[in-house]
């Protein structure tokens, strides 16, 4: 799954939550729309394609707010 901002590094990410910004995640492709409200664990994946993916990240969803990561 990809995040609603493009983070370069899962660094900038942490911050981001850390910092109380509101992220959502979206699974891209024909296989999108059926994202979580609430999870224990997500994948995350980033930057977005096109570029290489540089970094992985599991995460948890609360109210489908990405709450914290890992």
């Not at 981001?16 to 024909?30: K, L, M």
């Not at 994948?43 to 290489?52: D, S, V």
Request: charged share 25%; hydrophobic share 30%; glycine share 10%.
């Amino acid at each position: 799954m990809y995040t609603s901002r493009n983070f370069k590094t899962k660094k900038a990410l942490k911050e981001a939550i850390a910092s109380g910004e509101r992220i959502t995640v979206y699974q891209p492709g024909p296989f999108g729309g059926n994202e979580p409200r609430d999870a224990d664990y997500v994948a995350l994946e980033g930057p977005h394609y096109p570029e290489p993916h540089r970094w992985y990240a599991s995460g948890v969803l609360k109210d489908g707010v990405l709450v914290s990561v890992k």
